[in-house]
């Protein structure tokens, strides 16, 4: 459940915030009652993903050609 505060609150009690967030709480930060940003905990990527996102990506670049040599693509780029 995300949690509304307002700028000044936010700015004043910004230590005990992070402390919050970093247990996995939400807030969002408003000014004049309007939304303007939003504290949220910030997320590792796990090595298991990655290692999954290249293994992926490997298998999609099979078979697939730039048609060309790339340093030759990258030369006629310099001409």
């Not at 949690?3 to 402390?19: N, P, R």
């Not at 910030?42 to 996102?53: E, G, H, I, S």
């Amino acid at each position: 459940m995300t949690k509304t505060i307002g700028a000044f609150e936010a700015k004043t009690h910004l230590s005990a915030l992070l402390g919050k967030v970093a247990k996995g709480a939400e807030f969002t930060i408003t000014k004049r009652g309007k939304a303007v940003a939003r504290l949220v905990p910030a997320t590792q990527a796990r090595r298991v993903d990655v290692d999954k996102t290249i293994a992926r990506l490997k298998s999609i670049r099979k078979g697939t050609s730039l048609g060309e040599d790339w340093k030759t693509l990258r030369d006629a780029g310099r001409r």
